[in-house]
């Protein structure tokens, strides 16, 4: 068979295609992370190098890492993509549905019902879209093809096959986030099996149970601190004349009074000694300032974008305002 110039240039650059997406494979990192797991964990060599042969490498999660949401948008733009009344609805909805779990967490954890179930819609829009990628073939790339975090994802790899082997996973087919996160609260791995509790004292299922994830999203924030009847947000009124402020840091490091003091008040009627943080929310039009109290705060351990506390603690308000 005589084959054309044209297809043989064509068949030359698919090849050298197909071998730079798997050269991006740190393969010496591979071996290594299987040499240790296998030591540290008492299992055999062979076990760990078919479940590491079975994964893929996927430029499109490399992609997505160095463009995450929080890093590319205004909060105007940021927030629209979930405060939609379509998110709201879905969130009444689930509120409905769960109010006797929600309910039992939220007395047990002291974080709000409204918070847990924002959580979620902001996670997974209530467990509707749980993440499409396979999670053995995210942290895998992440592992051995991210060279900026791949010692957290490696970490991030020990941790899921660990986790499937406990839970009783589908280790190969299991999907979840670009970045190998799992379930209707998106835990990684590690938060899996460190925070993850059953609501019926049976087994931690973050999949297919939105009672478990429920149970679980109280007990991360509890474990984080989360301080029972303490206030979450409130806008700031800027008085004419306010000095100018530019922090975005969550942490709670000043009260109100200090702020009061420079121009900025709450709109709520806090306690002036109230443990706050001002931040500064750009907009393409106009900029918001918030105050963030240390439940804020403990939402950022969730998520460390304030981008995305202030949408969860907006979407909680709105179910809130709207649930029967």
């Known amino acids: 068979m005589v084959i054309s110039g044209l297809r043989l240039i064509l068949i030359i650059l698919y090849i050298s295609s197909s071998f730079n997406l798997f050269s991006q494979v740190n393969q010496q990192l591979v071996d290594q ?22 994964a893929t490498f996927q430029q499109s999660i490399v992609d997505k890492m160095d463009r995450p949401a929080e890093k590319k948008l205004y909060w105007n733009q940021y927030r629209k993509i979930f405060l939609t009344q379509e998110r709201i609805d879905a969130g009444i909805e689930f509120v409905t549905k769960h109010q006797y779990v929600l309910q039992q967490v939220s007395e047990e954890t002291g974080v709000p019902q409204e918070i847990i179930a924002a959580i ?19 942290l895998y790339t992440l592992s051995f ?54 609501f019926d004292e049976g087994t931690r299922d973050l999949v297919h ?37 530019s922090q ?9 009074a200090h702020y009061v003091e420079k121009g900025y008040r ?15 929310f750009e907009s393409e039009n106009e900029n918001e300032y918030w105050f963030g109290t240390e439940n804020f705060y403990v939402i950022t351990r969730y998520n460390h974008s304030p981008l995305y506390a202030l949408a969860v603690f907006q979407l909680a308000q709105e179910i809130k305002a709207a649930a029967p």
């Not at 992370?33 to 079975?54: D, G, P, Q, R, T």
């Not at 979620?120 to 995210?138: C, H, N, Q």
């Not at 975005?248 to 109100?256: C, E, H, Y």
């Open 266 to 280: 709450p709109t709520n009627n806090w306690h002036p000694q109230t443990s706050v943080a001002l931040m500064k």
């Open 120 to 138: 979620i819609g902001v996670e997974t829009y209530f467990g509707r879209i749980k993440g499409s990628y396979k999670v053995l073939d995210a």
């Open 248 to 256: 975005s840091s969550p942490k709670a490091n000043s009260i109100v």
């Open 33 to 54: 992370f299987a040499a240790s797991y296998a030591a540290k964990n008492n299992v055999s060599l062979n076990e760990v190098n078919e479940i590491l042969s079975a």
């Open 145 to 198: 093809a991210y060279p900026r975090r791949a010692k957290y994802f490696q970490s991030e790899l020990e941790e899921y096959i660990s986790l499937a082997k406990k839970e009783n996973l589908n280790i190969y087919e299991l999907r979840g986030s670009y970045a190998g996160a799992i379930g209707y609260c998106q835990f990684m791995p590690s938060s899996y099996r460190a925070y993850a509790v059953s």
């Open 209 to 245: 149970s939105p009672e478990d994830a429920i149970a679980s999203v109280g007990n991360y924030l509890k474990v984080h601190r989360w301080k029972r009847g303490v206030p979450i947000a409130s806008q700031a009124n800027v008085t004419e004349g306010a000095e100018p402020h």
